[in-house]
């Protein structure tokens, strides 16, 4: 019984059937111009669970030059959680901006949307 308080989330991973190296998200949303919206993870039966970047959906955001500007994370009750961004770093948010040369920045912020860390990233979205 102790297993099931100090580590309810292997119960549940084990429930579903889920495996925890390969699980991807299994439902995906694409926007008008063909780009990911939104992901989220389900198990069987359609029940919603926390992949293992820390999250049940991303809602990705774009500026109006089509380049991914947020990404935000959710748990299973629609509230902002903090999860593995892309980059690394446990964030509920992230950021992007572009100077004029299309080189990429990133802002990284917490459930508080208290600014966590910055990045600049050689990347050229132009």
Known sequence: MKLLVKFP???LFATLGIGL???KPTKEE???QG???RQYYFGQDNIPYMGPEG???AKYLYDNQGRL???LYFNTEGKACEAGSPEGIKCASIEYTYDANGKQSAKY???KGEEITKT???KSEK
């Open 35 to 37: 780009k990911i919206a």
């Open 120 to 122: 600049s990233s050689p």
């Open 30 to 32: 694409y926007n008008n």
């Open 55 to 57: 999250f049940f959906m």
């Open 9 to 11: 989330f292997i119960v």
């Open 109 to 111: 912020f917490n459930k």
């Open 69 to 71: 500007h947020k990404i």
């Open 21 to 23: 190296c390969d699980a």
